[in-house]
C-alpha cells in the first residue's frame, strides 16, 4: 500500500551536516504524523524527531538545537536535517509514517533504514 524511500546517509566527521530524506509513495488517502527514529548499537530505538500534518515539531532532548525536521506535503516526504553531529549520533535511521489507506484504515509504515556513521 505504501513505500518509504530514505536516503542521505552515510559517514561524516564529527561537527558536520547530513540530510536525511523519506519519500512515500504507493496507494493511500492522505499523511498524518511523520517521524524519524534512530538505533544505536546496543541501544533500544528511540524517537529523533516528529512532525504532525500541521506542522507541530517535537525533538529528543539530545538533537535539539542541532537537528530540524521538516515535510513537503505535495511530495509526501520528510527531512533530517543534522547539523553538528557527533559520535553519539551514529546509528541507523528510520523514517515511519502514519497513512490513512484507500480503505480508511489508519496505518504506519517504516522505511528501510539508513545508516549514519560520525568518525572522524
Known amino acids: 500500500q505504501v513505500q518509504l524511500v530514505e536516503s542521505g546517509g552515510g559517514l561524516v566527521q564529527p561537527g558536520g551536516s547530513l540530510r536525511l530524506s523519506c519519500a512515500a509513495s504507493?496507494?493511500?488517502?492522505?499523511?498524518?504524523?511523520m517521524a524519524w527514529y534512530r538505533r544505536a548499537p546496543g541501544k533500544e530505538r528511540e524517537l529523533v524527531a516528529s512532525v504532525t500534518s500541521g506542522g507541530i515539531t517535537n525533538y529528543a532532548d539530545s538533537v535539539k538545537g542541532r537537528f530540524i525536521i521538516s515535510r513537503d506535503n505535495a511530495k509526501n516526504t520528510v527531512y533530517l536535517e543534522m547539523n553538528s553531529l557527533q559520535p553519539e549520533d551514529t546509528a541507523i535511521y528510520y523514517c515511519?509514517?502514519?497513512?490513512?489507506?484507500?480503505?480508511?484504515?489508519?496505518?504506519?509504515?517504516w522505511g528501510q533504514g539508513t545508516q549514519v556513521t560520525v568518525s572522524s
Open positions: 515511519n509514517v502514519e497513512i490513512q489507506t484507500i480503505a480508511g484504515v489508519r496505518v504506519s509504515a
Open positions: 504507493g496507494m493511500f488517502f492522505s499523511v498524518y504524523g
